[in-house]
């Protein structure tokens, strides 16, 4: 779950971390208020993307008026898609030195890492490609507290020293902190900034919180004003979406959920994690048109199967549904079958006409193979492979 | 309505207390609900839900608890 | 001969009185597999399937012999196990639990490396060594139809297709040595390249099939473990999610699945795959085909 800028700048707040003086403004009119209040200001789009300067989202203004006219325009500017839900109106200051810095996981080394460079505001991984010499990559340990001469040694490694050292240690290991306390993915300040008094400053924040980790931090994300609906992935979610998430939170049994909304005409229920990327692969390479990606696993109960079908199939644009999954170990075959089909009836639809193929071979498929038979629907055992599977459901919506 | 699943459970149950009890206990799905009366009996919206674990009717003496698989009738 | 488990393998579950847990633990006992007790704190005294039920792990590793414990427990409790499990002094730990935050995972991942535990998952189905014994929920009921025993080792950051990927060798006839799921999350216990060193030193594990996906660089370490360990297992390789290149930040499948950068791409992964020698299939019945090929038995 991405934070949008302002937001990763509190959290910095919160820790002590340096910061330019700075107001979020929602209207042109509070724009100006800021630029009254701080002086000539930057005025940045608060939108979760990058390529906010490329896209027009980040203006300067010397005046309130200026400041006024570039909100309205950047309040205008989608990028990649997402509208900004502010302009963040911050002082403009003189700044002589770009650093970068960030915390990550490294699923390698199966550590954090701290990323330091002093060729900060310019694409990191080209920094790497070219320039390795100006990047250090630090690993420590998330089990132990995290110590300051962790941070010393990512900033020493680029060759930094004096008082930037000592300024870049402690922000540097407050970012660190702010990672492992808040059960962030990424916590990014791009760039960090000496300014023409030698101060140093954070300038610019990226920071993703992990989804899994979100009820941890209700508190915090309250506080900060992100609703529980609000799931920040990389364009607005639609209300398909939407409700097939509200879905699968409202019932811990198992997962059935995770949809993807798609503009085509074939219903997917394909499994969940690897079994559903090939699915859809599957689809797609045989000429179908996914209405949606979404997922089913960990043993869903019978009811939340059949909401998720009975939601798909309620969709206008879904003409039928495949369900499809790969040779299941613990998500059983029938109750999958008396979900969907109980989905399906519940939609007000036939489950013979509806299901177009149900491919799931595995745990006690004699006895989903005996549901399904019941019901007429038309199914396939494991001799035929997922691809053929997906062919065939394809070939049925060309009829 | 389930669509799926009845269970027929014996009134030599009933006569059962502890046994009442244990069934409401084993199931992983929570079928089994005790009436005041200390009367075990089934919670319609969860009997789709039965994983045909046998937990309930091995509890049981021989006969005296019947999962029903509608499907197969 | 396996990898990891074997048919002596003797193990627990911690968490075996809940619904997962329950049906797993009738899996593998009808499988043959050696469980020899369950945990679950308040539950001592009870049986599951005939499996005493305890407390702690200490209570099970004091009277018997554990080898292994199958961590199923919901994800708030999950770290706490794992740690439980290697205070007790257990060297295998197969997380089953998904959704567990990453600092946890690393967490425990980082003491049990400390304390000489091998940790397969989190986010997975366990290990099978096919005829033998079956650690985790992997296979299901019907196990037997889905792994025959044979000479291919697999390894999958998909539970799911772990199954599917055996299914096809056993239906090929090729079979399976050890498969093992080894989860889908952004940090997982033990990676593709952890792992070969055990296949390539067990003389009945004759080739590899590895399902793989975007995200990650796990396969970048195996393209490296095999260009400087000299292992001569032929390998082949499915790649998932190939129509995620082009959304980028959107995360699908497994927590550890998206794409972030040039680098998580199926196509920067299949190239540098190919480049290390490994052979890339379309679909996953082309694996048992390319297998053999590979191991020069093509008619």
Same mark, same amino acid.
């Given at each position: 779950?991405?934070?949008?800028?302002?937001?990763?700048?509190?959290?910095?707040?919160?820790?002590?971390?340096?910061?330019?003086?700075?107001?979020?403004?929602?209207?042109?009119?509070?724009?100006?208020?800021?630029?009254?209040?701080?002086?000539?200001?930057?005025?940045?789009?608060?939108?979760?993307?990058?390529?906010?300067?490329?896209?027009?989202?980040?203006?300067?203004?010397?005046?309130?008026?200026?400041?006024?006219?570039?909100?309205?325009?950047?309040?205008?500017?989608?990028?990649?898609?997402?509208?900004?839900?502010?302009?963040?109106?911050?002082?403009?200051?003189?700044?002589?030195?770009?650093?970068?810095?960030?915390?990550?996981?490294?699923?390698?080394?199966?550590?954090?890492?701290?990323?330091?460079?002093?060729?900060?505001?310019?694409?990191?991984?080209?920094?790497?490609?070219?320039?390795?010499?100006?990047?250090?990559?630090?690993?420590?340990?998330?089990?132990?507290?995290?110590?300051?001469?962790?941070?010393?040694?990512?900033?020493?490694?680029?060759?930094?020293?004096?008082?930037?050292?000592?300024?870049?240690?402690?922000?540097?290991?407050?970012?660190?902190?702010?990672?492992?306390?808040?059960?962030?993915?990424?916590?990014?300040?791009?760039?960090?900034?000496?300014?023409?008094?030698?101060?140093?400053?954070?300038?610019?924040?990226?920071?993703?919180?992990?989804?899994?980790?979100?009820?941890?931090?209700?508190?915090?994300?309250?506080?900060?004003?992100?609703?529980?609906?609000?799931?920040?992935?990389?364009?607005?979610?639609?209300?398909?979406?939407?409700?097939?998430?509200?879905?699968?939170?409202?019932?811990?049994?198992?997962?059935?959920?995770?949809?993807?909304?798609?503009?085509?005409?074939?219903?997917?229920?394909?499994?969940?994690?690897?079994?559903?990327?090939?699915?859809?692969?599957?689809?797609?390479?045989?000429?179908?048109?996914?209405?949606?990606?979404?997922?089913?696993?960990?043993?869903?109960?019978?009811?939340?199967?059949?909401?998720?079908?009975?939601?798909?199939?309620?969709?206008?644009?879904?003409?039928?549904?495949?369900?499809?999954?790969?040779?299941?170990?613990?998500?059983?075959?029938?109750?999958?079958?008396?979900?969907?089909?109980?989905?399906?009836?519940?939609?007000?639809?036939?489950?013979?006409?509806?299901?177009?193929?149900?491919?799931?071979?595995?745990?006690?498929?004699?006895?989903?193979?005996?549901?399904?038979?019941?019901?007429?629907?038309?199914?396939?055992?494991?001799?035929?492979?997922?691809?053929?599977?997906?062919?065939?459901?394809?070939?049925?919506?060309?009829? | 309505?389930?669509?799926?699943? &009845? %269970?027929?459970?014996? =009134?030599?149950?009933?006569?059962?207390?502890? $046994? @009442?009890?244990?069934?409401? /206990?084993?199931? #992983?799905?929570?079928?089994?609900?005790?009436?005041?009366?200390? &009367? %075990?009996?089934?919670? =319609?919206?969860?009997?789709?839900?039965?994983? $045909? @674990?046998?937990?309930?009717? /091995?509890?049981? #003496?021989?006969?005296?608890?019947?999962?029903?698989?509608?499907? &197969?009738? | 001969?396996?990898?990891?488990?074997?048919?002596?393998?003797?193990?627990?579950?911690?968490?075996?009185?809940?619904?997962?847990?329950?049906?797993?633990?009738?899996?593998?006992?009808?499988?043959?597999?050696?469980?020899?007790?369950?945990?679950?704190?308040?539950?001592?005294?009870?049986?599951?399937?005939?499996?005493?039920?305890?407390?702690?792990?200490?209570?099970?590793?004091?009277?018997?012999?554990?080898?292994?414990?199958?961590?199923?427990?919901?994800?708030?409790?999950?770290?706490?196990?794992?740690?439980?499990?290697?205070?007790?002094?257990?060297?295998?730990?197969?997380?089953?639990?998904?959704?567990?935050?990453?600092?946890?995972?690393?967490?425990?991942?980082?003491?049990?490396?400390?304390?000489?535990?091998?940790?397969?998952?989190?986010?997975?189905?366990?290990?099978?060594?096919?005829?033998?014994?079956?650690?985790?929920?992997?296979?299901?009921?019907?196990?037997?139809?889905?792994?025959?025993?044979?000479?291919?080792?697999?390894?999958?950051?998909?539970?799911?297709?772990?199954?599917?990927?055996?299914?096809?060798?056993?239906?090929?006839?090729?079979?399976?040595?050890?498969?093992?799921?080894?989860?889908?999350?952004?940090?997982?216990?033990?990676?593709?390249?952890?792992?070969?060193?055990?296949?390539?030193?067990?003389?009945?594990?004759?080739?590899?099939?590895?399902?793989?996906?975007?995200?990650?660089?796990?396969?970048?370490?195996?393209?490296?473990?095999?260009?400087?360990?000299?292992?001569?297992?032929?390998?082949?390789?499915?790649?998932?999610?190939?129509?995620?290149?082009?959304?980028?930040?959107?995360?699908?499948?497994?927590?550890?699945?998206?794409?972030?950068?040039?680098?998580?791409?199926?196509?920067?992964?299949?190239?540098?795959?190919?480049?290390?020698?490994?052979?890339?299939?379309?679909?996953?019945?082309?694996?048992?085909?390319?297998?053999?090929?590979?191991?020069?038995?093509?008619?």
């Amino acid at each position: 779950m991405r934070f949008y800028e302002y937001e990763a700048k509190d959290l910095l707040r919160r820790h002590g971390v340096p910061l330019p003086q700075s107001r979020l403004a929602h209207t042109a009119e509070e724009a100006a208020a800021a630029a009254a209040e701080l002086g000539p200001v930057v005025l940045k789009s608060q939108v979760l993307s990058g390529g906010r300067m490329k896209a027009g989202g980040v203006k300067f203004a010397d005046t309130p008026d200026e400041a006024a006219a570039a909100t309205t325009e950047i309040l205008e500017i989608a990028i990649n898609g997402l509208r900004p839900v502010g302009v963040l109106a911050e002082e403009k200051r003189t700044i002589t030195q770009e650093y970068f810095a960030a915390v990550t996981y490294d699923g390698r080394a199966k550590l954090p890492v701290i990323i330091f460079s002093d060729m900060g505001g310019i694409d990191i991984e080209e920094v790497a490609e070219q320039h390795p010499e100006h990047l250090s990559r630090t690993h420590f340990s998330a089990a132990r507290p995290f110590s300051d001469y962790i941070a010393k040694n990512a900033v020493a490694a680029v060759g930094v020293t004096g008082n930037d050292l000592n300024a870049l240690t402690r922000i540097v290991a407050s970012l660190a902190r702010i990672f492992l306390q808040y059960d962030l993915t990424l916590a990014e300040i791009n760039p960090i900034g000496r300014l023409d008094d030698g101060a140093i400053l954070a300038l610019d924040s990226h920071m993703d919180m992990e989804a899994e980790a979100r009820r941890t931090h209700q508190a915090l994300l309250k506080e900060l004003g992100v609703d529980d609906d609000d799931n920040r992935q990389a364009r607005p979610p639609t209300p398909f979406e939407i409700a097939a998430a509200q879905l699968d939170a409202a019932d811990p049994r198992g997962v059935a959920g995770n949809l993807t909304e798609f503009d085509g005409n074939l219903g997917l229920i394909i499994g969940a994690g690897g079994g559903s990327l090939t699915l859809f692969d599957a689809v797609r390479q045989a000429g179908g048109h996914p209405a949606n990606y979404c997922e089913i696993g960990g043993n869903p109960s019978v009811s939340k199967a059949a909401a998720l079908t009975k939601l798909i199939c309620e969709q206008p644009k879904v003409e039928k549904i495949a369900v499809m999954m790969n040779v299941v170990s613990n998500t059983r075959v029938d109750i999958v079958a008396r979900g969907v089909i109980k989905g399906c009836i519940e939609a007000g639809f036939d489950p013979s006409e509806k299901i177009a193929i149900f491919r799931i071979p595995g745990s006690w498929e004699e006895e989903g193979f005996a549901i399904l038979d019941r019901y007429g629907v038309d199914y396939v055992d494991r001799s035929v492979s997922m691809h053929e599977a997906a062919a065939r459901a394809v070939a049925k919506m060309q009829a | 309505m389930a669509m799926f699943i &009845r %269970v027929d459970i014996d =009134e030599a149950v009933q006569r059962d207390p502890a $046994l @009442c009890r244990q069934l409401v /206990e084993v199931c #992983p799905v929570d079928i089994f609900a005790l009436e005041e009366s200390g &009367r %075990v009996t089934t919670v =319609e919206p969860n009997l789709d839900e039965c994983t $045909l @674990c046998a937990l309930c009717w /091995e509890a049981a #003496p021989e006969g005296q608890v019947n999962v029903v698989r509608l499907y &197969r009738e | 001969m396996s990898i990891l488990v074997d048919e002596n393998t003797t193990f627990i579950i911690q968490g075996i009185t809940g619904r997962e847990a329950v049906t797993m633990a009738r899996e593998v006992l009808d499988y043959g597999s050696k469980l020899v007790g369950g945990v679950t704190p308040g539950r001592k005294g009870r049986d599951v399937h005939g499996v005493p039920v305890e407390d702690t792990v200490r209570a099970l590793t004091e009277r018997t012999r554990v080898d292994a414990s199958v961590v199923s427990v919901p994800p708030g409790f999950a770290a706490d196990a794992v740690l439980e499990a290697i205070d007790a002094g257990i060297k295998l730990v197969v997380v089953v639990t998904e959704r567990i935050p990453r600092k946890q995972v690393a967490q425990f991942v980082e003491y049990a490396k400390q304390q000489g535990t091998r940790i397969i998952g989190p986010n997975c189905l366990g290990v099978i060594s096919p005829g033998k014994s079956k650690v985790g929920g992997v296979g299901g009921a019907n196990t037997e139809r889905a792994f025959h025993p044979g000479r291919i080792g697999v390894m999958s950051r998909s539970g799911g297709m772990t199954v599917e990927i055996a299914n096809s060798l056993s239906a090929a006839g090729l079979g399976v040595s050890t498969a093992v799921s080894i989860g889908g999350d952004a940090i997982i216990g033990s990676t593709y390249a952890e792992l070969m060193p055990l296949f390539d030193a067990d003389p009945d594990t004759h080739g590899i099939a590895i399902y793989s996906e975007p995200g990650g660089r796990a396969e970048y370490e195996l393209a490296d473990y095999m260009a400087q360990s000299g292992s001569k297992l032929p390998i082949v390789a499915f790649m998932a999610g190939r129509f995620m290149d082009e959304m980028p930040g959107m995360r699908f499948g497994h927590a550890g699945t998206i794409v972030e950068g040039k680098a998580d791409t199926t196509a920067e992964k299949i190239a540098n795959l190919e480049a290390a020698g490994i052979s890339v299939a379309e679909r996953i019945e082309d694996i048992p085909r390319l297998l053999r090929e590979r191991l020069g038995e093509t008619d």
